[in-house]
């Protein structure tokens, strides 16, 4: 397997940025929706304790990804795709980068203007504030839900190709030659 895409499979870089991307994503999913629902300040702190760190290393990431696309060039549509899906798959993938870097954004936004930094992972035991009281706490909420919605169509559609179609979407995404 080559470290960059080829014409029919995804190179080195971009299938481990794409895999690592989606667990890291079911996390922050998983530990913000948890942090948002948990009252206990202590739990909630702690959530955040990976929350925030795995946040600022998606956005990271994300960044990187958009670095490597300038060197890399994505393997053509499979032949049997109608035009209409790689139009839909092309705009599905533009909105979860957007969604991605927004996310990094308005989650780092909150972070700084709250002044969480020293609760989470100061140990002073304080009081968290309280986050809907800063502006970026809204488009966080949205962005979140609309992330959720994307991933499962993303992931429906990557599905559909593999058990229904049995064509090489998914296996051009993995590690090895084919
Ligand atoms: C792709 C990146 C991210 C995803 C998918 C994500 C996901 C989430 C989700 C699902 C929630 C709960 C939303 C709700 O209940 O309305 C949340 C809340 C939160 N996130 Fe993120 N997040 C990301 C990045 C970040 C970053 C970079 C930071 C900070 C540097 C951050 C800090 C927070 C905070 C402080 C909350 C509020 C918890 C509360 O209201 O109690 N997030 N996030």
Redesign the pocket.
Known sequence: MSIKSTNAHYGFVAVTIHWLSAFL?LA??GT??K??DTLDPVV?ARI?SA??PI??T??LLTLARIGWWCFDTKPEALGNTPKWQEKLAKGIHFLLYLI?LG??IS??G??VLSG?GVVIFGGTGEALPD?TLYPP?VP??IG?RL?AILFILHAGAALYHHFIKRDATIRRMWFGSN
Do not use: D, E
């Open positions: 994503i922050l999913i913000g929706f942090a948002a909630k955040l929350h925030v946040g600022i998606i956005f991605m996310m990094g989650g780092l909150m972070f969480a986050f706490r966080h909420g979140a992330m």
